[in-house]
């Protein structure tokens, strides 16, 4: 069983930044993909980012590429989200994930292509 806890949310305004953190803990982490989703007041969870077990391959939704920079550091078993030029729209929760496989299989990468999930950390961007 792994354990995925993540850090890093907060308050910002818009046009800031913030690096959300994930840190695994109880199963091999670097041979599984992992992914961030975030899921926003009465809306459903989306796919945000994922990243190969080696950390060269990336996925990115179309709403926050040139914006958001997965990466990864197998060594801490932690994986990181930067995020840059913040929204309003960017407010949710966010959740770290843990792949099934050492790359994701769905185009886009989708709930199913993931495992296990983290307790979510909160976003809010001001304008």
């Known amino acids: 069983q792994v354990q995925l806890v993540e850090s890093g949310g907060g308050l910002v305004q818009a046009g800031g930044s913030l690096r959300l953190a994930c840190a695994a803990s109880?199963?091999?982490?670097?041979?599984?993909?992992m992914g961030w989703f975030r899921q926003a007041p009465g809306k459903e969870r989306e796919f945000v980012a994922a990243?190969?077990?080696?950390?060269?391959?990336?996925y990115y939704a179309d709403s926050v590429k040139g914006r958001f920079t997965i990466s990864r550091e197998n060594a801490k078993n932690t994986v990181y989200l930067q995020m840059n030029s913040l929204k309003p729209e960017d407010t949710a929760v966010y959740y770290c994930?843990?792949?099934?496989?050492?790359?994701?299989?769905?185009?886009?990468?989708?709930?199913?292509?993931?495992?296990?999930w983290g307790q979510g950390t909160q976003v809010t961007v001001s304008s």
């Open positions: 994930a843990l792949g099934l496989g050492k790359v994701v299989a769905g185009v886009p990468p989708g709930g199913a292509d993931f495992g296990s």
């Open positions: 109880g199963r091999t982490f670097t041979s599984y993909a």
């Open positions: 990243i190969s077990w080696l950390g060269d391959i990336t």
